[in-house]
T-cell receptor, first 113, second 112 residues
Framework: NAGVTQTPKFQVLKTGQSMTLQCAQDMNHEYMSWYRQDPGMGLRLIHYSVGAGITDQGEVPNGYNVSRSTTEDFPLRLLSAAPSQTSVYFC????????????FGEGSRLTVL | GQQLNQSPQSMFIQEGEDVSMNCTSSSIFNTWLWYKQEPGEGPVLLIALYKAGELTSNGRLTAQFGITRKDSFLNISASIPSDVGIYFCAGRVTSGTYKYIFGTGTRLKVLA
């Protein structure tokens, strides 16, 4: 029962470095998304995908890229890390874009120095 | 960006007490979700609501979709120490977008 799997769980970067947060789901879900969670704020949508080959921007997309080459995987790329990107990142998926239930991974905690 | 107003922000209660929390929005939603998050973990889905007026239970948890479609409520009955955590609501707007808006959470602490 893997569900939504995120790696790495923890990462420390220096300003300007790039990295990719991995997200994989084994539930054959069409819809996948990335959120960031910051103290005192609700989860904010970064990017989302309604199916393989289709991605779109969320509320806070700047500084992040995504791609969706397979149904299972939805990696989030930080092109040039900034301290403002220090956050906890969550990947979430649902069966389709119209299905209400959204399931989350365990999160990736990123610190940018 | 738009956020839901979730209240209270935190609660300290005695074991065995009932708990109520709510979320309100200026937008009309077609779906409400309630989550629990524990330290170092991802949010875990507790209850999903799809129709105005809907009342759904999951064990000691009961949630309602407000009839105005702008609010939702979560009740926990007979609280126990393992209920400790942060409870989030999430609402999905009706405009055809596939996006959820999340509340800032209610931090619950249960005193044994």
């Amino acid at each position: 029962n893997a569900g939504v799997t995120q790696t790495p769980k923890f990462q420390v970067l220096k300003t300007g470095q790039s990295m990719t947060l991995q997200c994989a789901q084994d539930m054959n879900h069409e819809y996948m998304s990335w959120y960031r969670q910051d103290p005192g704020m609700g989860l904010r949508l970064i990017h989302y995908s309604v199916g393989a080959g289709i991605t779109d921007q969320g509320e806070v997309p700047n500084g992040y890229n995504v791609s969706r080459s397979t149904t299972e995987d939805f990696p989030l790329r930080l092109l040039s890390a900034a301290p403002s990107q220090t956050s906890v990142y969550f990947c979430a998926s649902s069966r389709t874009q119209n299905t209400g239930e959204l399931f989350f991974g365990e999160g990736s905690r990123l610190t940018v120095l | 960006g738009q956020q839901l107003n979730q209240s209270p922000q935190s609660m300290f209660i005695q074991e065995g007490e009932d708990v109520s929390m709510n979320c309100t929005s200026s937008s009309i939603f077609n779906t409400w979700l309630w989550y629990k998050q524990e330290p170092g973990e991802g949010p875990v889905l507790l209850i999903a609501l799809y129709k105005a007026g809907e009342l759904t239970s999951n064990g000691r948890l009961t949630a309602q979709f407000g009839i105005t479609r702008k609010d939702s409520f979560l009740n926990i009955s007979a609280s126990i120490p393992s209920d400790v955590g942060i409870y989030f609501c999430a609402g999905r707007v009706t405009s055809g977008t596939y996006k959820y808006i999340f509340g800032t959470g209610t931090r619950l602490k249960v005193l044994a």
